[in-house]
């Protein structure tokens, strides 16, 4: 099975930037297409990106296109979400996940972290 880690998480002001990591086990990690996603208190989870095994295919909400970026290194078995001019908008737990399709729903993932927890002040 896939065991994931993310960390990287803090506080930031807004304007400010963080990287986010996410340590995967597992013998087919380079397979996997990986997700981003994010989940703000009474919210539902949202799609942040996501990214293929081979790392050529790579997708972004439309909130944070232009802003975030999602690289890979199979070799490590890490997957990065480097985030930029943050807002108190982006204020959220962020998981990543592993699944076998590059989908945008939550629920096509099978693996998942713990999450970690980025808040962002004004």
């Known amino acids: 099975q896939v065991q994931l880690i993310e960390s990287g998480g803090g506080l930031v002001q807004a304007g400010g930037s963080l990287r986010l990591s996410c340590a995967a086990t597992?013998?087919?990690?380079?397979?996997?297409?990986m997700a981003w996603f994010r989940q703000a208190p009474g919210k539902e989870r949202e799609f942040v990106g996501t990214?293929?095994?081979?790392?050529?295919?790579?997708r972004f909400a439309d909130s944070v296109k232009g802003r975030f970026s999602i690289s890979r290194d199979n070799a490590k078995n890490m997957v990065y979400l480097q985030m930029m001019s943050l807002k108190p908008e982006d204020t959220a737990v962020y998981y990543c996940?592993?699944?076998?399709?590059?989908?945008?729903?939550?629920?096509?993932?099978?693996?998942w972290g713990q999450g970690t927890q980025v808040t962002v002040a004004s």
């Open positions: 990214v293929s095994g081979s790392g050529n295919t790579i």
């Open positions: 597992g013998r087919t990690f380079s397979s996997y297409p």
């Open positions: 996940a592993a699944g076998t399709r590059l989908l945008t729903a939550a629920a096509a993932y099978d693996y």
